[in-house]
């Protein structure tokens, strides 16, 4: 209930004043009980209280009108009004009380005042012709709704002051200053302030133009921030906050896995496992980018190793980014072999951060030399072609790892049986290429 001066009442509040009236309260113990003035109260029931015409056939609509005795209007308030010899109060063709601007609503002297609406239980009521006035809190609401918009709606200042403000504006604006320019020397003379000129103009209400701004033109409409959405997944326990809360030793375990695309119109993808403390890194061909894929991947490595205790001793700590195909952090932990046992622990990268997982997006510069970004068709990709692909990034020599490859750094951990099943080798230095024409079929050259 509003208790400080200008706070405007609130739906709550019409239903107290609604009861109140249908109790029989006076106005001001309705004041009291919402702590604001009598005549607020008063004024509120008067504003909105809503009227219902009487139906009776034989009751003209003109009766309606407090001018009704004395009005001798004929034809005036309809343009070429069929009865044009009928006195408009008579007119029963026409709801001519809509049309004309000197209707004012009779209304009854019993609702002349508190609580200006119908007694509630009225003698006259059977055979009474004033419109019935009630009071109802919700259609209150709406109206006083409805007149926050349109007070707010058109333009606030007469046609007068429109026309005194544009002669100066247009006239400066045609000279090079700017609307600032302008305020700053004829502020005062101005019926509005800059932001409303502004407006004014961007609505097409006075004779200038954005256009004919100096500044205005050149600037882009603001980009409004986008609301957080709700996260798809819950990931609590699974920040990057809590993988930098494991020890140490678990940490620099961690395999980063990421996803590289093609064409946009590619289903194809594939799936990169890396190994940080080797630089090792898996290539995995995916049909599509669904979290099912990714399951089914982590599924295929631990059928190669034979257990989930095998797999965890590799893969045990995984890092991914928040997009779609990691969602089922669940399938990717369970084992498929033991049932109730985990294989893995997965975590997320916060939001934006792919530095998070920074040596991973590295080693994807080598990849990309093979399968460049905007030219490389990965629907035309078989397994094959990554499995060549992983074989020689991996045989090539790292400066940082003292010219040793990540294979030769990697396949003390890693099962031949993994690396046979599929179908990465140690290629030759000599023989080691990044460039397109190692899957030339497809790339574009």
């Given at each position: 209930m509003p208790e400080n001066k200008g706070k405007h009442l609130t739906l709550e509040d019409r239903q107290v004043i609604e009861d109140a009236i249908r109790d029989g309260l006076g106005c001001r113990e309705t004041a009291r009980r919402l702590h604001v003035a009598p005549s607020t109260v008063s004024r509120e029931v008067e504003q909105n209280r809503a009227a219902t015409l009487t139906k009776r056939k034989d009751f003209k609509p003109g009766q309606n009108c407090a001018h009704y005795g004395e009005c001798e209007e004929i034809g005036t308030a309809c343009k070429n009004c069929s009865t044009y010899k009928t006195r408009c109060r008579s007119c029963r063709t026409r709801k001519c009380i809509d049309l004309c601007g000197k209707f004012e609503l009779r209304t009854c002297p019993d609702t002349q005042g508190w609580p200006w609406t119908c007694p509630p239980k009225c003698e006259k009521s059977g055979h009474c012709n004033y419109p019935r006035m009630r009071y109802s809190a919700q259609a209150a609401q709406n109206r006083y709704e409805a007149r926050l918009v349109s007070a707010r709606e058109g333009v606030a200042v007469t046609p007068e002051q429109m026309a005194e403000m544009?002669?100066?504006?247009?006239?400066?604006?045609?000279?090079?200053?700017?609307?600032?320019?302008?305020?700053?020397?004829?502020?005062?003379?101005?019926?509005?302030?800059?932001?409303?000129?502004?407006?004014?103009?961007?609505?097409?209400?006075?004779?200038?133009?954005?256009?004919?701004?100096?500044?205005?033109?050149?600037?882009?409409?603001?980009?409004?921030?986008?609301?957080?959405?709700?996260?798809?997944?819950?990931?609590?326990?699974?920040?990057?906050?809590?993988?930098?809360?494991?020890?140490?030793?678990?940490?620099?375990?961690?395999?980063?896995?990421?996803?590289?695309?093609?064409?946009?119109?590619?289903?194809?993808?594939?799936?990169?496992?890396?190994?940080?403390?080797?630089?090792?890194?898996?290539?995995?061909?995916?049909?599509?980018?669904?979290?099912?894929?990714?399951?089914a991947?982590?599924?295929?490595?631990?059928?190669?190793?034979?257990?989930?205790?095998?797999?965890?001793?590799?893969?045990?700590?995984?890092?991914?980014?928040?997009?779609?195909?990691?969602?089922?952090?669940?399938?990717?932990?369970?084992?498929?072999?033991?049932?109730?046992?985990?294989?893995?622990?997965?975590?997320?990268?916060?939001?934006?951060?792919?530095?998070?997982k920074a040596e991973a997006e590295k080693n994807h510069e080598e990849l990309r030399r093979v399968l460049p970004k905007g030219r490389s068709d990965f629907d035309a990709l078989t397994q094959a072609d990554v499995a060549a692909a992983c074989s020689h990034v991996n045989s090539y020599p790292r400066p940082a790892r003292e010219g040793k490859c990540p294979y030769d750094l990697a396949a003390p951990e890693l099962p031949a049986e993994l690396l046979g099943n599929l179908g990465i080798v140690r290629v030759p230095p000599d023989d080691v290429t990044l460039r397109p024409s190692l899957v030339a079929h497809a790339v574009e050259l």
């Open positions: 544009m002669l100066t504006v247009d006239k400066l604006v045609k000279q090079g200053w700017s609307i600032e320019a302008i305020y700053a020397e004829h502020g005062d003379e101005m019926p509005v302030g800059i932001r409303t000129c502004y407006t004014y103009i961007d609505k097409g209400f006075a004779g200038v133009s954005n256009i004919d701004l100096p500044r205005k033109v050149r600037y882009k409409p603001r980009k409004r921030k986008a609301e957080p959405g709700r996260d798809r997944v819950d990931r609590t326990g699974r920040t990057f906050d809590d993988f930098k809360a494991l020890p140490l030793a678990l940490q620099v375990r961690v395999v980063q896995i990421d996803t590289v695309v093609g064409f946009e119109w590619n289903e194809q993808r594939i799936l990169t496992m890396h190994l940080v403390r080797h630089s090792f890194q898996l290539y995995l061909l995916q049909a599509d980018g669904t979290p099912e894929r990714t399951v991947a982590f599924d295929a490595i631990e059928v190669y190793l034979g257990s989930p205790e095998a797999f965890e001793a590799v893969f045990g700590i995984v890092l991914a980014d928040r997009g779609v195909e990691f969602d089922d952090w669940a399938g990717m932990e369970r084992s498929c072999l033991v049932e109730g046992r985990r294989r893995c622990r997965v975590f997320y990268c916060d939001p934006m951060r792919s530095d998070q």
